[in-house]
């Protein structure tokens, strides 16, 4: 007959799980005492709407890729992307440039 205790689980055999049958586990999470890494943070404007000044927008599709090199404000790209987007709040297709850096 199997040992019950007074919530009516089984009790285990002690010897059968002991603590020297399994090694001991390391620790998850962040060692104690590490640092918290500063990152920079950048200010990014969404694209808006230029019928109702939204900047809840809708990829529509993309229209055309281009590899083109240059500055904008002192920061290069690298590619031109031309998109048409909806706009959520009344519903119009504008197409917008989106100048990104694909290469590091």
């Known amino acids: ?3 019950r205790n007074n919530n009516g689980e089984r009790k285990q055999d002690k010897s059968a799980n002991s603590e020297a ?3 001991a586990r390391k620790k998850r999470g962040r060692p104690k ?3 918290n890494k500063r990152h920079e943070c950048v200010a990014v404007l ?3 709407c230029v019928h109702c000044d939204s900047s809840e927008l809708i990829v529509e599709q993309t229209v055309k890729t281009r ?3 240059g500055a904008m404000n002192g920061v ?3 590619t031109v992307i031309w998109r048409d ?4 709040a009344c519903g119009r297709i504008n197409r917008y440039r989106y100048y990104e850096s694909k290469t590091s």
């Open 21 to 23: 049958d399994f090694p």
């Open 76 to 78: 290069k790209y690298d």
């Open 33 to 35: 005492g590490s640092k």
């Open 46 to 48: 969404p694209a808006r």
């Open 85 to 88: 987007c909806r706009c959520k």
């Open 67 to 69: 590899k083109i090199v």
């Open 1 to 3: 007959m199997d040992e």
